[in-house]
């Protein structure tokens, strides 16, 4: 324990502190989302659970590899009272909690420093946490210290392929008021309609899901939760628990709000017995069995994963949570200064509705040859529903080099001539056009699979696009 490295003076203030907390249910209830709320029990379990958290804290105020998701349950609990902040008990708790929030700062800005020092991608599950954790501090992601963890997040989700970091990596995305581009939804559905019966995959799927489907641009899609949360609640055991207690903690999360339908039967007041029954009497949680030689008092990032799951706001709730930036994403203000929440989907009520985006940025190529001995780059911004043809005006204008000409056809334009380079059948040699979802790399150029579906006049740009027009040999 943390306290065993203090002196003894302090282990008995910061008791007398811990002891003099109050449980007090009415606090956790009035910043409940949703209909429910936790019951007493619940409220009791939480307040132990996050007194047993404050005396596992390390000397320099963090929960080693765990920072983040005990400073996102703590924030999302509802365990402060606004009303207190005069109460000096209060006032210690706060400069405690934002000290550990700043150690929470080091340890990004030192991930990040690790990353450009050795070149080495740092772990996708890591920043995504992250960036949920600042969500729920209402700290834009997108403008840490100079970094965007939003963009390096999207750059690097390619590379790690697992379907649960997948997920991960969407949720954080759309919980930080990013737009989730159709690439990413389109793999989660897919995970969706398929056949996987692993409880965390399939939860992290339904929170990334029901996240995006708050947005009034894909609230058409808001039938493709239904079959994920049905798999889910099939999976709840007879006595309550979907398996270990970080999975049951999870679905749980991911089902919030969802009873009776469309999740199908499952029973919430059955799960969260039996996780306040596997409670610790020191009020933390441990999976069980314990492997040989590990510390019986273990279990950090469970207990936080188990207090989000307890108090209904999970990780499902950091969108919800209407900060200054998500704000900006508004059409709605937040009346009489309070922030507002949007509904989760299940409740019936309207979400709060995003702007559309006037423009749409995307990066546009040019490559000569089919050892692609020229490339030509830019970086473009463009009124949303621009055709790939107003584009290529577009880009002629800024430079020469994408200067073109093109045939006028019944069914469309049929560009032949591009960067001085025309056509010839004759040696087949061709301009073809891609649609990428990251920026063409010469030394991994694209199959024919990526090839446009459409013509220049109906293809339309989209944001975080890349295309890609390529004079080559057929």
């Not at 737009?179 to 990334?208: F, P, Y």
């Not at 949303?384 to 000409?405: G, H, L, V, Y």
């Not at 990428?436 to 030394?443: G, I």
Request: hydrophobic letters at 35%; glycine letters at 6%.
């Amino acid at each position: 324990m943390s306290a065993s490295f203090a002196p003894a003076t302090q282990i008995s203030l910061r008791q007398d502190l811990i002891d003099s907390l109050p449980v007090d249910v009415l606090q956790i209830e009035e910043k409940q989302l949703g209909p429910g709320g936790p019951n007493q029990a619940e409220s009791v379990g939480i307040q132990r659970a996050l007194c047993w958290l404050r005396e596992k804290r390390l000397p320099d105020y963090s929960w080693g590899n765990d920072t983040h998701m005990v400073i996102l349950a703590k924030e999302l609990s509802g365990a402060r009272d606004p009303t207190d902040n005069d109460n000096p008990i209060q006032a210690v708790s706060d400069l405690e909690n934002l000290l550990s929030i700043k150690q929470m700062d080091i340890e990004v800005l030192t991930m990040l420093d690790r990353h450009h020092a050795t070149a080495k991608l740092p772990h996708t599950d890591h920043i995504a946490k992250y960036i949920l954790a600042m969500g729920g501090l209402c700290k834009d992601a997108r403008h840490f210290y100079g970094h965007d963890l939003v963009a390096a997040l999207e750059h690097h989700e390619h590379d790690q392929g697992q379907e649960y970091e997948f997920a991960l990596t969407a949720l954080a995305i759309c919980s930080s008021a990013t737009h989730v581009r159709k690439r990413q939804i389109r793999r989660l559905l897919d995970i969706a309609s398929g056949e996987v019966n692993d409880v965390d995959t399939i939860a992290m799927v339904l929170l990334a899901l029901r996240c995006i489907v708050t947005d009034h641009r894909h609230r058409h899609l808001q039938h493709f939760v239904r079959r994920p949360a049905r798999g889910l609640a099939s999976l709840q055991g007879p006595q309550g628990s979907f398996g270990s207690l970080r999975s049951t903690a999870l679905a749980m999360q991911a089902l919030q709000d969802l009873e009776p339908d469309p999740a199908g039967k499952w029973n919430r007041t059955a799960a969260s017995e039996w996780l306040l029954a596997k409670q610790r009497t020191d009020g933390g949680w441990t999976e069980e069995p314990l492997q040989d030689g590990q510390d019986p008092s273990i279990g950090i990032g469970l207990t936080a994963d188990i207090v989000l799951a307890l108090g209904w706001r999970g990780l499902g709730a950091v969108r919800a949570l209407q900060c200054d930036h998500v704000m900006r994403e508004s059409n709605e203000p937040s009346e009489n200064g309070e922030p507002k929440l949007a509904a989760p989907v299940g409740l019936g009520i309207s979400p709060v509705e995003e702007l559309e985006p006037r423009n749409v940025s995307y990066t546009y190529t040019l490559w000569v040859g089919t050892n692609e001995t020229e490339e030509y780059f830019l970086d473009l911004t463009s009124p949303k529903n621009t055709t790939f043809f107003r584009a290529m005006k577009q880009a002629a204008e800024i430079d020469p080099r994408f200067s073109f000409e093109a045939r006028e056809w019944p069914n469309g334009h049929y560009v032949h001539t591009l960067a001085g380079m025309k056509e010839e059948p004759k040696s087949y040699h061709f301009w073809l056009l891609y649609r990428l979802p990251e920026r063409p790399d010469t030394k991994n150029p694209p199959g024919n699979q990526l090839i446009a579906p459409l013509g220049v006049d109906e293809l339309l740009v989209e944001d975080g696009e890349h295309y890609l027009y390529w004079y080559k040999k057929l």
